[in-house]
């Protein structure tokens, strides 16, 4: 796999450098051809390639330059171009017309600033000058100045569209890793969100179903200890009831069909079936407070009476209350629900930190979810929670 992306990398890179191996190609020829048409020098053709190469093989190598070492790269470039023109008298146009508008354009790729490449077009065509007065004459240099700035307007027209365009393409490719990233970190979130769906969901049926048997199964056992069978049994009865319930919620939620194939909700009906079971299976006074009259909305109705369940639950479990107020009513546009019990208590800064007790947090959870605000109290005289949501009212059938 490595061995096939690196032949893939040399192969980018000689397809990239290939137009200007082909450009200087021809420089080289029509150098040579230049001079051995007026006067054949074979040492100086001989130095003269030997030169050119280097100066070819120093270009092919140039992606390993750096920031620190450009202007020696530079210089040693420039240093090339002016010995072959020096030495190609006759043939010295082809070289300066060729080389210095590549060297100019080249130095681009390094930077895009103006003062760096007006130095570098400086020293150009210092090097232009001082060759072309050095093996020519000043007529011949009039004639050949305006080809040369042609040539250096067009190198570096072109130079600076193919380097924006690299530029581009760079600037798509971290667009593109960036979306990649972002598309990882959304994935991550909504599987982080569905966890917690779930376990909350799970938490608010098999976990409060199961809870509310085992608190029937006791008060059953107390009765039947006590030899009142027909109460035990009646609780047994009502049992039997809840865990069918149980397990139809967990189906439900299961098959993640809840809030598409759940029967309607009577929210008053579900707050009072919910108490009625409470005080049979504790024995525990409930004061109900309901008025409400506006229809609520499927997702406000389950969240809401699924935290009611939640707060009960925990009074049954924690709170050795012998009392429990229920306030359901709608105030300024809002549904609050208040519970109160005159329990022992807990210390809110706790909450949470017990591992495999999170209905508190599932009841926060689901107070965001529904856009509202959730107002814990607790002292050794009892325990006070206020939920407070914007109406949601929901569609009458």
């Not at 109900?288 to 925990?314: A, F, G, P, W």
């Amino acid at each position: 796999m490595k061995e096939k992306k690196g032949m893939q990398n040399i192969s980018e890179l000689f397809a990239s450098r290939l137009p200007t191996l082909i450009w200087l190609s021809i420089v080289y020829a029509g150098t040579v051809v230049l001079q051995f048409l007026k006067d054949p020098l074979i040492l100086e053709s001989a130095v003269f390639t030997g030169l050119f190469t280097l100066h070819v093989f120093l270009h092919w190598n140039s992606y390993r330059v750096t920031h620190k070492t450009f202007w020696i790269y530079f210089s040693i470039q420039a240093a090339l171009v002016y010995l072959c023109a020096i030495l190609m008298r006759d043939g010295y146009q082809a070289v300066l017309i060729g080389l210095l508008p590549i060297l100019i354009a080249q130095s681009l790729s390094y930077s895009f600033r103006v003062k760096r490449v007006v130095f570098i077009s400086l020293i150009s065509i210092i090097v232009f000058f001082d060759s072309a007065l050095t093996v020519g004459d000043k007529k011949e240099m009039i004639v050949f100045l305006p080809i040369f700035v042609l040539m250096l307007i067009i190198v570096l027209a072109y130079a600076i569209l193919f380097f924006k365009q690299v530029q581009e393409r760079l600037r798509i490719q971290s667009f593109l890793e960036d979306l990649r990233v972002a598309h990882e970190k959304v994935e991550e979130l909504t599987l982080a969100n569905e966890r917690q769906r779930m376990a909350r969901d799970l938490h608010d049926t098999l976990a409060q179903g199961v809870a509310g048997l085992i608190m029937r199964l006791e008060a059953a056992d107390a009765h039947m200890s006590q030899k009142h069978t027909e109460r035990a049994h009646e609780i047994i009865r009502q049992s039997m009831q809840q865990a069918r319930r149980t397990l139809a919620e967990a189906r439900r939620a299961i098959d993640n069909l809840r809030l598409k194939s759940a029967p309607e909700i009577n929210f008053k009906e579900a707050i009072a079936d919910e108490i009625e079971h409470f005080n049979q299976a504790t024995g525990i006074i409930v004061f109900e407070d309901y008025r409400l009259n506006k229809r609520l909305s499927r997702l406000q109705m389950e969240h809401s009476l699924h935290i009611v369940k939640e707060c009960l639950t925990n009074i049954a479990r924690h709170a050795k209350a012998d009392k429990v107020w229920v306030l359901v009513s709608a105030q300024n546009d809002k549904l609050v629900i208040g519970i109160r019990d005159n329990g022992i208590g807990f210390k809110t800064e706790d909450m949470g930190k017990d591992a495999g007790h999170y209905g508190l947090l599932g009841m926060k959870e689901r107070v965001r979810l529904i856009g509202g605000e959730i107002y814990m109290n607790s002292n050794s005289e009892g325990t006070s929670i206020k939920l407070e949501t914007p109406l949601i009212e929901g569609e009458r059938t």
